[in-house]
């Protein structure tokens, strides 16, 4: 079985036959405690346990205290056209099945958040009685950190709230490398931790935004590391043999939903702009965060 112990999200997946699961059990701890989340052996968790893993229930924390009247982040635009999608073995020697083929995809011009939502853009939608607690304690000091245990119906109510959406997996990865298929959002250069906020750069999350180095060819920050990001997407590990070629929306059923860009206990093959991750739509990990776009 591979040792991918450090990663991010969620919980036990399956064996290495199936390359495009996660394959070994994650530690979630609660947000804004100094362990961060990922590594060891998580337990199996229950829900409205953050610390064990589980979601956390519905409605979030009882005890949550941060408020906030902060208004929704910076975007950056990315403009209509072709880029390559799926994993460039040219430039990139760890393709797995789910990142192929390689192909071209044309989308409409969008735009979509410059860093990952913060704390204190997410704690004013719950302020504005739009958006549900999350799911584990935030420390409402840290208001520019990313927003995190959170599921996927939080990220779609708060981008709701914002006037914008949850970007599509095809958006997310245009943004992430622009259009010629680089491997990582700042182009080809091996991942280290000036670039991105992976496993061994301290094991927790960094207020967003921190790494300029680390920028997609759209200015847009963190594409790599810190949190995992939710996506609009569906996951199926065959999509891209039968996606379409124009503004792809993801499979019309399927109980799991599309992570992207690693976070801060993701090895460096999780930083890689055209890595596929899944995650169940109750997962509300402390390393789970995201984005919107419009």
Known sequence: MTNRSTHTIGKLRAALSAPHVLVAALTLVACGSSGGSG????????????????????????????????????????????????????????????????????????????????????????????????????????????????????????????????????????????????????????????????????????PVGSLAAGASPYGALDMAGNVVEMVSDRYDATYYTSSPSSDPQGPASGDTHVGRGGGFKSEATWQRASKRDWYDVTDAAASLGFRCAL
């Open 39 to 206: 590594g060891g052996t998580a337990s199996a968790g229950t829900s409205g346990d953050p610390s064990g893993g589980g979601s956390g229930g519905a409605g979030g924390s009882a005890a949550f205290s941060c408020t906030s009247t902060a208004t929704p982040g910076e975007m950056v635009s990315v403009s209509a056209g072709d880029f390559i999608m799926g994993c460039n073995a040219a430039v990139d020697n760890e393709c797995l099945d789910d990142e192929k083929p390689m192909h071209t995809v044309t989308l409409s011009a969008f735009q979509i958040d410059r860093t990952e939502v913060t704390q204190e853009q997410y704690a004013a939608c719950v302020t504005a009685g739009s958006c549900a607690a999350p799911n584990c304690s935030w420390d409402c000091s840290k208001t520019n950190y990313p927003a995190a245990c959170l599921d996927l119906a939080d990220a779609q109510a708060y981008c709701t709230w914002a006037q914008a959406r949850l970007p599509t997996e095809a958006e997310w990865e245009k943004a992430a490398r622009g259009t010629s298929g680089n491997k990582f959002p700042w182009g080809n250069t091996a991942a280290d931790c000036t670039l991105t906020n992976m496993a061994g750069c301290g094991d927790t999350a960094q």
